[in-house]
């Protein structure tokens, strides 16, 4: 089918940047939406960011919008998140996620929306 495989988190400063990449393999052309979610101890899993493969649009939680972009490289079957000033509160888990919807709500984002999902990184900010 599809996988995902997650790599680049890590422990970073307050105020530092972190760069998560995904790779993409298997019936890739399914997949019209990458995007990436985050799980921190004892929350739910919430929507980050995603970007439409062929567009190039994207969508972001406003927690992150000013911080983070996320980009893709279609040719490589790749998707990265760069993080930038980092905050304690963006420690948790994140994971990489596919979807081969055909159009969007303008809701947020649901888990739901996602058939394929990675297995995550971790990423802690320190304060």
């Known amino acids: 089918q599809v996988q995902l495989v997650e790599s680049g988190g890590g422990l970073v400063q307050a105020g530092g940047s972190l760069r998560l990449s995904c790779a993409l393999s298997?019936?890739?052309?399914?997949?019209?939406?990458m995007g990436w979610f985050r799980q921190a101890p004892g929350k739910e899993r919430e929507f980050v960011a995603h970007?439409?493969?062929?567009?190039?649009?994207?969508s972001y939680v406003d927690s992150v919008k000013g911080r983070f972009i996320i980009s893709r490289e279609n040719a490589k079957n790749m998707v990265y998140l760069q993080m930038n000033n980092l905050r304690p509160e963006d420690t948790a888990v994140y994971y990489c996620?596919?979807?081969?919807?055909?159009?969007?709500?303008?809701?947020?984002?649901?888990?739901?929306?996602?058939?394929?999902w990675g297995q995550g990184t971790q990423v802690t900010v320190s304060s």
């Open positions: 298997g019936r890739t052309l399914r997949i019209s939406t």
């Open positions: 996620a596919a979807s081969n919807r055909a159009s969007w709500p303008k809701s947020t984002p649901l888990m739901s929306d996602y058939g394929y």
């Open positions: 970007i439409f493969r062929q567009s190039g649009f994207t």
